[in-house]
T-cell receptor, first 111, second 115 residues
Framework: KNEVEQSPQNLTAQEGEFITINCSYSVGISALHWLQQHPGGGIVSLFMLSSGKKKHGRLIATINIQEKHSSLHITASHPRDSAVYIC?????????????FGKGTKLSVKP | EPEVTQTPSHQVTQMGQEVILRCVPI?????FYWYRQILGQKVEFLVS????????KSEIFDDQFSVERPDGSNFTLKIRSTKLEDSAMYFC?????????????FGPGTRLTVL
C-alpha cells in the first residue's frame, strides 16, 4: 500500500509570490495526480503526470520518479488560488484507478 | 464541458436509516468511483466500478455499502443502515479508462449528515 506525504500542511503567501507544494510517496508509481479542493469542497483535477514536467497557465507540476517526489508550483500567486491542493497516487496493487490521497496543503494567498 | 453531477447536495438522515446517493458520470466514461471525506480528514477511496460490477473496494466499503448502475446514466451508492461515523462528504468520480494514467473527473459531492 502506498503512503503519501505532503508538505507544508498550511501555507500563507502574499499575492504575487511563487509557491511550492511538495509530495512524496513510498511505492513506485506510473502516474501521480494533483487535485485542487475549493473552499466549498469541490475537487478539480489539475494534473496527471508520469514523468518530467507539465504546465498549465501559472501552474507547473514536476515529478521525479526515481526519488518518488513531486512538486506543484504556482507562479504569480493570486487570492483566487486559495484552496487545498492534494496529491494522489495509485494504491499499488490496485488495478482500477484506486487512489491514495495526501492530507492536502491548505494555501491562503493574501492580497 | 461535460461534468459529473451528484444529488442531493446535502442529505440529513437519522442513524439506522438507509440512504441512496446518486451520481451521473460523464456519458462516455466507463469507470466510476466513490470516495468519501470525513470533515477535516483526507479523501478516501471506497469503491471502483466497471462493466456493471465492482472492480475494487477498500476496507471501508463493508457490507452496509452497495453500488449500482440502475440504468445507462445513474451510478448510486447505498448505505443500508447509517451510522454516525458515516457523516462525510461523498464524491463520485468517473474516468474514460480505468488505469493509473487516466484523469478522474469529480462531482461536487454530497454532504451526508447522520443524526
Amino acid at each position: 500500500k502506498n503512503e503519501v506525504e505532503q508538505s507544508p500542511q498550511n501555507l500563507t503567501a502574499q499575492e504575487g509570490e511563487f509557491i511550492t507544494i511538495n509530495c512524496s510517496y513510498s511505492v513506485g508509481i506510473s502516474a501521480l495526480h494533483w487535485l485542487q479542493q475549493h473552499p466549498g469542497g469541490g475537487i478539480v483535477s489539475l494534473f496527471m503526470l508520469s514523468s518530467g514536467k507539465k504546465k498549465h497557465g501559472r501552474l507547473i507540476a514536476t515529478i521525479n520518479i526515481q526519488e518518488k517526489h513531486s512538486s506543484l508550483h504556482i507562479t504569480a500567486s493570486h487570492p483566487r488560488d486559495s484552496a487545498v491542493y492534494i496529491c494522489a497516487v495509485p494504491n499499488y496493487g490496485g488495478s482500477q484507478g484506486n487512489l491514495i490521497f495526501g492530507k492536502g496543503t491548505k494555501l491562503s494567498v493574501k492580497p | 464541458e461535460p461534468e459529473v453531477t451528484q444529488t442531493p447536495s446535502h442529505q440529513v438522515t437519522q442513524m439506522g436509516q438507509e440512504v441512496i446517493l446518486r451520481c451521473v458520470p460523464i456519458s462516455n466514461h466507463l469507470y466510476f468511483y466513490w470516495y468519501r471525506q470525513i470533515l477535516g480528514q483526507k479523501v478516501e477511496f471506497l469503491v471502483s466500478f466497471y462493466n456493471n460490477e465492482i472492480s475494487e473496494k477498500s476496507e471501508i466499503f463493508d457490507d452496509q455499502f452497495s453500488v449500482e448502475r440502475p440504468d445507462g446514466s445513474n451510478f448510486t451508492l447505498k448505505i443500508r443502515s447509517t451510522k454516525l461515523e458515516d457523516s462525510a462528504m461523498y464524491f463520485c468520480a468517473s474516468s474514460e479508462i480505468g488505469v493509473f494514467t487516466d484523469t478522474q473527473y469529480f462531482g461536487p459531492g454530497t454532504r451526508l449528515t447522520v443524526l
